[in-house]
């Protein structure tokens, strides 16, 4: 780790520790050609290899519990081994060469024996793997797919494991199957004035779990168990939500029960999962809406929800001839989803070389930095205390998910409903498609965004790539960009660089990034219902 990265997660590094809680337990592994575990008052020139009684650590990949038997790896966050700590951190030095294999089978071995150490009924803690690199493996196993088996292979206990590819040097797309396979995720964190807020704020997001195992479990005869996404979760973290969605069966009762099943600090418990279903008002009137169907927002949550976890099955892979890469097509069409199977394009104003009807597009999710789908439910605080469990359990009616209405438990925002004053016609601008030719393909991972965006804002006519046809992907998609605005916002939104903002109609908020790159634009893209581009905006 040379240049700026190394004092950057100094300093992040730093921030983190005096954050860590004073319950939990932590360990630091330093890994180039080997892995280094810290221990008190260590250097990293004096800290343990694993290799005092066996000389061979390059071969010594199986290490038993017993030979730790002097637990000095894995410690309480008192103030004292923070400060510890700190210190270590600071004197480190860059040193050669990335041995992913012996970190993570370390880490894998420490995380057991802090889980068997401190194993204290309920209150047991759970372990959590944060692997940070800038490179690829060059030592040990080397090849990323048989990394991954080996890993997944020896984590039995399914600890999970969250990725960090730090700069452009780091194998991305490996780090998030290593994720995916041990039931975590990755990220980027971009090489920038900010690297090392990016990485505090990071940790602050999977620091806190408050439910472990969590199991989602419903009626047979009541849902159509085939249509139901994923109902098994590792952890929940403080500040997030679980959401579950699927189909009633035909005549099923819209006030249903499920079943909640987790662990918390009060151990194993199991909670009713209440859910009353109701009509949500369609506005204008539906003399007024057009012919062909009305999809409702829980139908789009559900498509929104398989397409996202089709992708990770298929990411895993990357079997082109896949059924869920095909699946996953097959749904991004047919509710007008801009994924990495599909495309967004944009012409300029009064261009008559189409007709095509104008079309939706809603993002895929986060991890492909597009905006939120729609506003958030409200967030239940799932806790040990909680006398009623109320859970993110989102089903909609049967029959193909009757365009009549939509249903939840949940109570819907202003946002969730189709308004008005969007039915008024506006001088637009219309992105449309015809026959387009394959363009580039753009992985938006890798794209860095301007994080304040600039204060200073533009006139929309200054954006050069408005003026002509520009791809992106493979599919015919329709959007307009509406000219005739009041800077109203609508629904929160996320920047790929996790700053929060408002989604606004474009020419409310032409920003300097924007100007001449239409990729910059895709990661900061987010809808306003029902036919209009909007952009994430900070200002």
């Known amino acids: 780790m040379v240049g700026q990265k190394l004092p950057q997660v100094k300093e992040a590094m730093s921030q983190i520790l005096s954050e860590i809680h004073a319950e939990d337990f932590f360990t630091l592994i330093l890994f180039s050609d080997f892995a280094q575990i810290w221990t008190i008052n260590a250097t990293q020139q004096t800290s343990n290899r694993w290799d005092e009684n066996n000389n061979n650590w390059k071969s010594n990949n199986n290490f038993s519990l017993e030979a730790l038997g002097e637990n000095r790896f894995v410690f309480p966050a008192t103030e004292q081994n923070i400060q510890y700590a700190k210190k270590f951190i600071q004197d480190l030095t860059s040193e050669s060469s990335t041995n992913m294999e012996d970190a993570l089978s370390k880490a894998h071995s420490i995380a057991k024996l802090g889980e068997t150490r401190f194993k204290d009924g309920a209150n047991t803690p759970k372990p959590i793997i944060v692997f940070l690199t800038d490179g690829e493996p060059t030592t040990g196993i080397t090849e990323p797919q048989e990394l991954i088996k080996y890993v997944s292979n020896t984590n039995e206990e399914k600890y999970p494991i969250f990725s960090l590819g730090f700069g452009e040097g780091a194998d991305i797309d490996f780090l998030k199957k290593l994720s995916l396979n041990n039931t975590g995720f990755a990220r980027v964190i971009y090489e920038a004035s900010d690297a090392s807020l990016q990485l505090r704020n990071f940790y602050k997001e999977i620091s806190s779990p408050i439910l472990s195992n969590v199991t989602f479990q419903y009626i047979d005869t009541q849902v159509e168990n085939i249509t139901v996404t ?281 920003v300097d990034s924007i100007l001449s790159s239409f990729d910059t634009y895709l990661t900061l893209f987010c809808p306003i219902e029902t036919l209009y581009a909007g952009i994430c905006c900070l200002v």
């Not at 005549?251 to 079943?259: E, L, Q, R, V």
């Not at 859910?275 to 949550?301: A, W, Y």
């Not at 990357?318 to 095909?326: G, I, Q, R, V």
């Not at 905006?371 to 006398?387: E, T």
Request: proline share 6%; aromatic share 8%.
């Open 230 to 510: 994923k109902k098994t979760f590792n952890l929940l973290f403080k500040g997030t939500e679980l959401v579950v969605a699927g189909k009633l069966k035909d005549g099923a009762s819209p006030d249903f029960n499920g079943t909640l099943n987790a662990d918390s600090t009060e151990g194993n418990f199991e909670r009713p999962v209440i859910v009353t279903c109701f009509d949500i008002p369609i506005i204008p009137p539906n003399d007024t809406l057009p012919k062909s169907r009305r999809i409702g927002h829980l139908e789009k949550l559900w498509a929104y929800l398989n397409i996202q976890q089709l992708m990770d099955k298929y990411e895993l892979n990357k079997n082109e001839n896949s059924t869920e890469k095909a699946k996953a097509l097959e749904l991004a069409l047919e509710y007008s989803f801009v994924t990495p199977l599909t495309s967004l394009v944009v012409v300029k104003p009064n261009d008559t070389t189409t007709s095509a009807a104008p079309e939706k597009i809603k993002p895929l999710n986060d991890r492909y930095n597009f905006g939120s789908l729609m506003a958030s439910s409200p967030l239940y605080q799932l806790g040990p205390s909680s006398s009623v469990m109320m859970a993110n359990s989102i089903v909609s009616r049967p029959s193909g998910f009757s365009s009549k209405a939509s249903v939840s438990y949940s109570a819907v925002s202003e946002d969730a409903v189709l308004s008005a004053s969007e039915m008024v016609p506006s001088q637009t601008l219309v992105a449309v498609t015809d026959n387009i030719a394959p363009p580039s393909v753009v992985d938006f991972s890798q794209i860095k965004t301007d994080k304040s965006n600039s204060t200073s804002l533009h006139d929309i006519n200054e954006v050069i790539w408005l003026s002509d046809t520009v791809t992106f992907g493979t599919n015919n998609i329709t959007y307009q960009v509406s000219l005739n605005t009041t800077g109203q916002s609508y629904q929160n939104c996320t920047t790929p660089d996790q700053s929060h903002g408002n989604c606004k109609h474009l020419k409310d908020c032409v």
